[in-house]
């Protein structure tokens, strides 16, 4: 019996469960449509799908790289954040549902004029996000990394976004006092980063990811220096792991920073930490 795309797409759709992907419903769907240039939705009614084209062959590579592991949003190059979606590669950490909390937690104190650095940018995600919420900010992007400047700089053509990138290391690079200081920095822990999926491990920066023993040995030097790099009331929003909220209270006080609060993902997990500086 001559192949059509219903049957196409069900023996994919095998192939993927066979190959242990969590998510094998929902990439297939969104790999058949992108090869065949229909909607997500469209994706299984069967009535539309009768022989095959010259997509099909593009369709089944997509699904036998997804089932080697590599992300479905590296196989497509985009990946949605926020309202928006963001072309990403292999260089740059895949943006994250739990990141999006840094926006809910800033985006009613944007201010027209507000000087914003995205600390750590990788595709720029958050502060290209903010930038969209607000396009009269001063936004600066900054990563240690070259090839993820060069992504968060094509985004931000994309989205036809006025913003400065900076080649920094943490601050080391930074000369510039901001108003709101936003980063997802790596704060994975060493005993969950030697557990890590699979599809992570291979395709995504181990630099981005990785934060020491703990988790919080990069987050403890942006600690360290960020309040010099705040004007006065100047806030700044973090992202970390779970249950490192105990680790970061004790380095705040430390520091003499008492001015914070921590806020919770929609797990009820306390993901997210806001400084007011007011040292």
């Known amino acids: 019996m001559k ?7 069900l023996a994919q759709k095998r192939k993927l ?13 969104v790999l058949f449509s992108k090869a065949f240039g229909i909607s997500v939705d469209q994706s299984y009614k069967y009535p539309k799908h009768n022989d095959l084209d010259k997509n099909a062959s593009l369709f089944t590579s997509m699904v036998n790289r997804r089932a080697a592991g590599e992300p479905t949003s590296h196989i497509l190059r985009s990946r949605s954040f ?4 963001f072309y990403v590669e292999k260089t740059v950490l895949d943006p994250r549902p739990e990141s999006e909390l840094i926006i809910e937690v800033t985006k009613n104190q944007l201010f027209d004029g507000m000087k914003v650095l995205d600390l750590g ?36 053509s994309e989205f036809k976004a006025e913003c400065k990138f900076i080649h920094s290391n943490l601050f080391s690079n930074i ?34 990811l990785y934060g020491g023993l703990y988790g919080i040995d990069i987050i403890k030097l942006f600690l360290s220096e ?13 992202e970390f792991g779970e249950e490192q909220d ?34």
Not at 82 to 85: F, G, K, L, V
Not at 226 to 238: A, Q, Y
Request: proline share 2%.
């Open 3 to 9: 192949q059509n795309k219903q049957s196409l797409f």
């Open 17 to 29: 469960r066979e190959a242990g992907c969590e998510d094998y419903r929902e990439s297939i769907k």
């Open 82 to 85: 926020w309202e928006y979606d």
């Open 121 to 156: 940018c990788g595709s720029g995600c958050i502060g290209l996000s903010l930038y969209h919420e607000n396009p009269k900010i001063h936004l600066s992007l900054s990563d240690l990394s070259d090839k993820a400047l060069s992504i968060a700089k094509k985004n931000a």
């Open 175 to 208: 000369h510039n006092k901001f108003d709101l200081i936003v980063a997802n920095l790596p704060y994975v822990e060493k005993e969950s980063f030697l557990n890590l999926q699979r599809e992570i491990i291979l395709f995504e920066p181990h630099e981005a």
């Open 226 to 238: 960020v309040c010099s790099h705040l004007n006065w009331k100047g806030m700044f929003v973090i």
């Open 246 to 279: 105990t680790l970061l209270r004790q380095e705040l006080l430390r520091l003499n920073l008492s001015n914070f609060e921590f806020h919770r993902d929609l797990n009820g997990i306390n993901r997210a930490l806001c400084v007011i500086n007011d040292t």
